[in-house]
């Protein structure tokens, strides 16, 4: 009896070990089977986003076409460029989002075939703030639960960057200023808020002109309320002729600021820079005032504060656009009133009131000038 019962245990574990051995065979030998007869069907699994969708479209921007590098403030930038399907199968876009009204993206074509590339038209309107910007475009496509993000980028800059290395902004009473010409063309700087610069390391006597500057400012005497909300640097560069910088520093903000908060209605801009401005003619400007709707539109009135600029009334668009109205008025110096010249412009709608702030160099008539 226990002769058998050994028999039959070696016989199970013989058995079982030829069971361990040929198993791993068999599997790998299947595995390579399978490869050789569907080859295409592993390496697709690693490359054929459309086979296999994922929550994102396989589409990619070509060239890197939305980087716009430096563009002028309150300027509108163009760029064409090429949304491309990195699928093997065609890809349907529903629709285009974009992160703010600044920024459009226009598509002519909706189906992309796969491995080509459609263009596309992107339009961002830069604001008057120099600084870098990224925004967000969005597309929507059949089939994925999620749209393709892309992003607008560059930065808002005159032809003479401000502090290209720092902030865009004066946050103390006492610093320096950079000024860096973007072609590398010499230049001279005029003046600064009005008044005579003050140079670092350069005579404006002896020296000649620079492609770069370090402008020093002092303003620990003066009182909170003599602080100025802008620096407007003026140079004879054609492209920076007059050139604004923030003044951040806290009392500043909080006490000088000529915006109500809480006021429901504001002008979009928060000041006007006229470079050059002949006494006898007259500047046209436009004004956006937020929070206008048809039936207060007629109800806004502008008014300058100031001995040297005079404001009138030119038109106004027919009809708000998205809760906001663009006003035209015309800007013109008073005779005698040469040189720089700040005036604060009063926007009052039904008795409440905002304000903006204008800067302009008033330059002699063409007439004296040519004497």
Not at 34 to 42: E, K, M, V, Y
Not at 57 to 63: M, S, T
Not at 141 to 147: E, L, M, N, T, V
Not at 336 to 349: D, K, L, P
Request: glycine share 8%; hydrophobic share 35%; proline share 6%.
């Amino acid at each position: 009896m226990i002769h058998r019962l050994q028999r039959v245990s070696g016989l199970c574990v013989a058995a079982l070990v030829s069971l361990l051995l040929t198993t791993p065979t068999l599997h790998a030998q299947e595995l390579t089977q399978g490869a050789q007869d569907q080859p295409t069907r592993l390496i697709d699994r690693k490359r054929d986003f459309g086979r296999f969708q994922g929550p994102v479209p396989p589409l990619e921007i070509k060239d890197n076409g939305l980087f716009l590098g430096d563009i002028a403030p309150s300027s509108d930038h163009v760029r064409t460029v090429e949304l491309c399907n990195r699928s093997l199968k065609p890809i349907t876009i529903l629709r285009t989002t974009t992160e703010c009204s600044c920024t459009v993206m226009e598509l002519e074509t909706k189906v992309i075939p796969p491995g080509e590339c459609i263009p596309f038209t992107v339009t961002y309107q830069a604001n008057q703030n120099i600084a870098p910007f990224r925004r967000e475009v969005r597309v929507f496509c059949q089939g994925y639960s999620k749209p393709f993000t892309a992003y607008v980028t560059g930065e808002v800059t005159y032809a003479v960057k401000i502090n290209k290395n720092g902030l865009r902004g004066i946050n103390q009473k006492l610093g320096l200023i950079t000024l860096d010409s973007i072609n590398g063309e010499p230049f001279s700087v005029l003046a600064t808020n009005g008044e005579h610069p003050s140079f670092l390391g350069f005579d404006p006597d002896n020296d000649k002109p620079r492609n770069s500057y370090v402008l020093q400012y002092d303003w620990s005497k003066k009182k909170v309320t003599d602080l100025p909300r802008w620096m407007i640097i003026e140079t004879d560069h054609a492209d920076a002729r007059m050139m604004d910088l923030r003044v951040i520093i806290h009392d500043v903000v909080q006490h000088n600021s000529l915006m109500d908060p809480t006021l429901k209605f504001r002008p979009i801009e928060d000041r006007i820079l006229i470079p050059e401005l002949r006494i006898g003619e007259s500047e046209e400007i436009s004004i956006t005032v937020k929070g206008v709707g048809r039936g207060t539109a007629d109800s806004v009135s502008f008014k300058a504060e100031g001995d040297g600029l005079d404001l009138e009334f030119v038109d106004r668009d027919d009809a708000p656009r998205s809760g906001s109205l663009v006003y035209r008025l015309k800007v013109t110096p008073h005779p005698g009133s040469e040189g720089f010249q700040h005036s604060i412009i009063r926007v009052t709608m039904n008795g409440e009131t905002n304000g903006l702030d204008l800067f302009a160099r008033v330059l002699p008539s063409e007439q004296t000038a040519s004497n």
